[in-house]
């Protein structure tokens, strides 16, 4: 034991024992923090992909009723106008 304590000593200096506990909090909170924000990276990512995929869906469900609504009509589409003229 003596001879690690000696080794660490060679390395770090005579350091107290609350420099390295504060150098162990400080690096527990950095990575913490790191780890927060990925983590808030990453639902960001996903609701912004939600959302991306609920508005084709809208615009996909709008498209097939504009369609449907050509496809029914009897007479002749009117393109300016948007509807159906007998």
């Known amino acids: ?25 400080i690096a527990g909170g950095v990575l913490w923090h790191l780890a927060a924000v990925e983590d808030a ?20 469900r709008q498209a097939d009723a504009a369609t449907r609504s050509v496809l029914a009509c009897a007479g002749t589409w009117n393109r300016s106008a948007g509807r159906c003229e007998p």
């Not at 000696?6 to 200096?13: D, E, Q």
């Not at 996903?46 to 959302?51: C, D, F, R, S, T």
């Open 41 to 60: 990276r990453r639902m960001a990512r996903l609701e912004i992909k939600a959302a991306i995929e609920a508005e084709a869906a809208k615009a996909g």
């Open 1 to 25: 034991m003596s001879i690690l304590k000696a080794g660490i000593a060679a390395v770090f200096g005579d350091l107290p024992v609350a420099f390295w506990l504060a150098v162990a909090a």
